[in-house]
């Protein structure tokens, strides 16, 4: 599993048109899934991406949490963080979880964010498997790569 998290300024998703998920301070994560991944490594994921510490303190240090700072999630499923770029200039995706196991994952960690975020935590999502159109003001920029791969 994979999350590129980039702490935002604010952040949206737009889905023909219509923005159907947006938010202020906080992290805008792109989530990636494929069909080796399973809900513990997920609740890995969501316990780092909780607990990361990239906000700045009264001293300009990233020292707080997305709790500490009252930030907020918007969640993106991105099926292309598994491209494979070896051969030829054609990504490949075959790393990908399938559309109906990425679907329930994603689906999964958006409701244990809702669970386990701080009151008040804004968790808003993009539209699974739409062409969405995502703008965000990366704060820093500060952009994290986790992967479960990774992780202890």
Same mark, same amino acid.
């Given at each position: 599993m994979k999350f590129l998290i980039q702490r935002v300024t604010d952040a949206s998703v737009t889905v023909e048109g219509k923005v159907?998920?947006?938010?202020? !301070?906080?992290?805008?994560?792109l989530i990636g899934v494929c069909d080796t991944d399973t809900k513990e490594i997920a609740d890995k994921m969501i316990? !780092?991406? @909780? %607990?990361?510490?990239?906000?700045?303190?009264?001293? %300009?240090?990233t020292n707080l949490?997305?709790?500490?700072?009252g930030g907020n999630l918007l969640l993106v499923s991105q099926f292309t963080l598994y491209a494979n770029c070896k051969k030829g200039n054609r990504?490949?995706?075959?790393?990908? %979880?399938?559309p109906a196991h990425a679907e329930e994952?994603?689906?999964y960690i958006v409701e244990?964010?809702?669970?386990?975020?701080?009151?008040?935590?804004?968790?808003?999502?993009?539209?699974?498997?739409?062409?969405?159109?995502?703008? @965000?003001?990366? $704060? %820093?920029?500060?952009?994290?790569?986790? $992967?479960?791969d990774e992780l202890q």
């Open positions: 159907i998920g947006e938010i202020g !301070k906080g992290f805008f994560v316990k !780092k991406l @909780l %607990g990361l510490r990239i906000f700045a303190d009264a001293e %300009g240090k949490d997305i709790a500490s700072v990504p490949s995706f075959i790393k990908s %979880g399938s994952l994603y689906d244990q964010c809702k669970v386990l975020g701080h009151d008040g935590m804004k968790v808003e999502t993009g539209s699974f498997g739409a062409d969405m159109s995502c703008k @965000l003001t990366n $704060d %820093g920029p500060f952009t994290i790569d986790l $992967d479960s």
